[in-house]
């Protein structure tokens, strides 16, 4: 008889529309204060329960979910890049009460597939953050990677992401952040590596060494014109241009 009464009031609280009503609200108001305490387990919790179990088909909660759910598997990895997820607070809670074994990986996974289903929102506000927080799974993903294919393809992916953060969104501030300085990082990690291709020739180290001297007793605009000679008798010269970047900017103070 109790059992019956149970599975009665379970399946009243799904079907009667005032009771659903209150519950949605009752587990939305729950859920928006866990955030704020940035609970981000329970919050996860109450999600799921609106999103999953009740079907409520709304971006804007999707996006909460998938943020919670972002900070408790990623936190603070995403610097220096503008997260819209909100602050990730104290994850050290154990998460493995709650999903079991892997508990980050499960959080990882139910992240990325909620942002990967909101990049199609028809509120492109919602589709722009998705974008974003992509991006910044994607750099993620990168960093952890070995040096190869698969980097490259998540760091060129990630600068996608961000980009088309934008034109669903050109106001979103931290996605355009984020664009120009992994455009910003790009740009030095090539010139490094054309840097780490180019051996300099024994003139051009000659004259890096007279530099170097001339830096040392202070003089900073002779060993500046000291390397552009250098540069423009030897091209190898340009294996320096990290130091001789340094070298300018010091020269014109």
Known sequence: ?????????????????VTRIAKVNELKRDAKEAMD???????VLHYVELVDSLLIDDDKLKMNMANAAYNLSYGMEGQPFQTEAGTPGDISVDTSDVFNANAELKFAVMAESK??????STDKTVASSAYNQRGIIAFIQSEKEKEGSSKDQLFMGA??????????NPMNDPARYNYELL?????????????DDL???????????LADELRQEGKFKEAMQTMMESLE????TKAYQQYMTKLQTVAAI
């Open 115 to 120: 942002y990967l289903e909101l990049v199609s």
């Open 233 to 236: 008798n030897d091209e190898t």
């Open 1 to 17: 008889m109790r059992y019956l009464l149970t599975v009665f009031l379970f399946f009243t609280a799904f079907t009667d529309p």
């Open 183 to 195: 455009k910003k990082i790009k740009r030095e990690r090539d010139q490094q590596e054309n840097e």
């Open 199 to 209: 051996k300099p020739s024994d003139y051009a180290k000659m004259m890096k060494k």
């Open 37 to 43: 305490e940035q609970n981000y387990v329970q919050a």
């Open 159 to 168: 600068l996608d992401h961000f980009k088309n953060a934008l034109r669903n």
